[in-house]
């Protein structure tokens, strides 16, 4: 396997990596879409997948140009198919299975979510990521879709442990920058806003944190929040606006690194990976960091720039498939939803 070059369009943000076999990323470039989507609140998705066919082969044709390789150097292309939002999905995979065909190159549908967890194990100048676990881990997957906590028993060997019953963590950190006014996507606002914050401030709950299971829900969290919301004024100064998002974002924070300790203690299993949008956050970096001392794990978390959607976590989820012979064919459909 020479260079695997990819697609992630499953979202809003339209991606494309080229990343070598030693999970070297030779390079990633994302054109976000968070500008365009602001104004609503939420992702709107026929605007976002307008948007990926505007940005989509420019960005194909720059990430040729810029690493200087030719067509003949890519031995694979990988393309997200699901799950995700259809109209976006399409863009990317139609657009794979057109370069696969013209360039007689392998192409392999990657799951969203697969991806995401092997972004710790990717490299670049300036993060070197382990080699890919040999031992069965632990990956907890938070982002704005998806809070699911898996164990890994080798590469396409995944047990679910535990998954939200509700809202996704991303979603909760988004819901409730939005009742605050804070703007979309608001994960990264609370984060920023939280710094200066005080953790006791408010008092909101950290739901299933003490069940006997590895389930999450975030519904009952965003009601809190929103009852509380009720009871202050309208107009917020800054320290209690950094109050409110310290606290509720402890809250989110405690219940993630509650449930992984958990695991980690019931399975006996010492190796842990955190991934997805949410994994960006740094009170939760922090949190996993000192968990990860006070346990003695080998914890992986992506740089920033891996942690949200990014095609070079698609590159190597692919390469990993193509090398074990999985290859798809032109038939490969689009789904908004399928289990890893
Ligand atoms: O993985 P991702 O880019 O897209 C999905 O697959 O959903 O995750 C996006 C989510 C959003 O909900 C965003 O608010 C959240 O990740 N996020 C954060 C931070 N940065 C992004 N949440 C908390 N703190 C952050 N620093
Ligand atoms: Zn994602």
Redesign the pocket.
């Known amino acids: 396997m020479k260079n695997i070059l990819a697609i992630e369009t499953s979202?809003d943000?339209t991606s494309v990596a080229i990343v070598n076999s030693k999970a070297e990323v030779i390079l990633c470039l994302t054109a976000s879409q968070d500008l365009v989507h602001e104004p609503f609140g939420g992702i709107v998705p026929e605007i976002a997948s307008r948007n990926h066919t505007k940005h989509l082969l420019p960005l194909v044709e720059k990430a040729m140009d810029t690493s200087g390789l030719s067509w003949k150097d890519i031995s694979g292309i990988a393309v997200t198919n699901r799950p995700g939002l259809v109209g976006s999905l399409i863009v990317g995979l139609v657009t794979a299975k057109t370069l696969a065909l013209a360039y007689e190159i392998p192409f392999i549908g990657v799951h969203?979510i697969e991806g995401?967890i092997m972004a710790p194990f990717l490299r670049d100048d300036e993060y070197k990521g382990p080699d890919f676990f040999k031992d069965p881990f632990l990956a907890l997957v938070v982002?704005?879709?998806?809070t699911q906590l898996y164990e890994v028993n080798g590469f396409g060997h995944y047990q679910v442990l535990g998954q939200t019953m509700d809202d996704a963590a991303?979603?909760a950190?988004?819901k409730f920058a939005k009742m605050m006014g804070l703007g979309y996507?608001?994960?990264?606002q609370?984060?920023r806003l939280a710094k200066s914050g005080n953790i006791k401030a408010f008092s909101f709950p950290r739901p299933l944190l003490n069940e006997d299971h590895f389930n999450f829900s975030f519904s009952g969290l965003k009601s809190a929040a929103q009852r509380q919301l009720e009871k202050l004024p309208q107009d917020k100064d800054e320290p209690l606006v950094a109050d409110l998002c310290a606290s509720y974002q402890q809250a989110i924070v405690d219940v993630l690194c509650g449930k992984l300790v958990k695991a980690s203690f019931d399975k006996g299993i010492k190796n842990v990976i955190v991934s997805?949008?949410?994994s960006?956050?740094?009170s939760l970096r922090n949190h996993l960091q000192a968990e990860a001392e006070k346990n003695g794990w080998q914890l992986a978390i992506p740089p920033l720039r891996f942690c949200?959607?990014n095609a070079a976590m698609i590159a190597l989820a692919g390469h990993f498939r193509l090398q074990q012979g999985d290859q798809s064919s032109q038939e490969l459909a689009p789904q908004a939803r399928a289990e890893l």
């Open positions: 979202c943000d969203h995401h982002s704005g879709g998806h991303g979603e950190f988004d996507p608001g994960g990264v609370v984060d997805g949008g949410v960006a956050n740094s949200t959607d």
